[in-house]
């Protein structure tokens, strides 16, 4: 079946600027997972999303950064206010259950985001 | 807290080298253990992965066994393909389920 998609694949925006960014995930999926992949800081967790449960928001580095699920499927990633640093490739990850801790992440192609 | 620690690369072998490159975590609890590869221009895809200790993982022709007394994942291949060029992320899941990686290691693989 199809797997994660992401959009936009590109993003250039300016400073300051507010971003969202789309991610499909499997059909089927509870769980659904956003990281970040940078130059200085590596690949990083940002956001976990269980089914109905709150979401498990320990990994994003700031205030500006939020996301929703909607309908326990689709999930947008929102950056407020853009800076510099968040320049970074934004990868949204899926799963089928996320209880288990044998569960596998599929990730989709990312999101290349370029705060000029 | 959790980490992934990998060698650096990149690391440079001639086709049918024998690749490892060393991985080792620190965790509470019992994590499941992976190995990710990224292909240039594409996204990040699970290679293999080992969920309790002494399991073995394996795929294309890569293995990696899950050591709990050394707390080690070093993937291996025994023969390496110009088509293995990539970047290899290990990476652990532990209570919490989001996964820590490693920092990469790029392998180059020449003809």
């Known amino acids: 079946g199809a797997g994660v998609s992401q959009s936009p694949s590109n993003k250039v925006t300016e400073k300051g600027k507010d971003v969202e960014l789309r991610c499909d995930p499997i059909s089927g999926h509870t769980a659904l997972y956003w990281y970040r992949q940078s130059l200085g800081q590596g690949l990083e967790f940002l956001i976990y999303f269980q089914g109905n449960s709150a979401p498990d928001k320990s990994g994003l580095p700031s205030d500006r950064f939020s996301a929703e699920r909607t309908g326990g499927s689709v999930s947008t990633l929102t950056i407020q206010r853009t800076q510099q640093e968040d320049s970074a490739v934004y990868l949204c990850?899926?799963?089928?259950?996320?209880?288990?801790?044998?569960?596998?992440?599929?990730f989709g192609p990312g999101t290349r985001l370029t705060v000029l | 807290g959790n980490s992934v620690t990998q060698m650096e690369g990149p690391v440079t072998l001639s086709e049918e080298a024998f690749l490892t490159i060393n991985c080792t975590y620190t965790?509470?609890?019992?994590?499941?253990l992976f190995w990710y590869v990224q292909y240039p221009g594409e996204g990040l895809q699970l290679l293999l992965k080992?969920?309790?200790?002494?399991d073995k993982g394996s795929n294309k022709g890569f293995e990696a066994t899950y050591r709990k007394e050394t707390t080690s994942f070093h993937l291996e291949k025994g023969s390496v393909q110009v088509s293995d060029s990539a970047v290899y992320f290990c990476a652990l899941k532990a209570a919490g389920n989001k996964l820590t990686f490693g920092g990469g290691t790029r392998v180059l693989v020449k003809p």
């Open positions: 990850a899926s799963s089928l259950v996320g209880l288990a801790s044998t569960d596998t992440q599929y």
């Open positions: 080992a969920t309790k200790a002494d």
């Open positions: 965790a509470t609890g019992y994590p499941s």
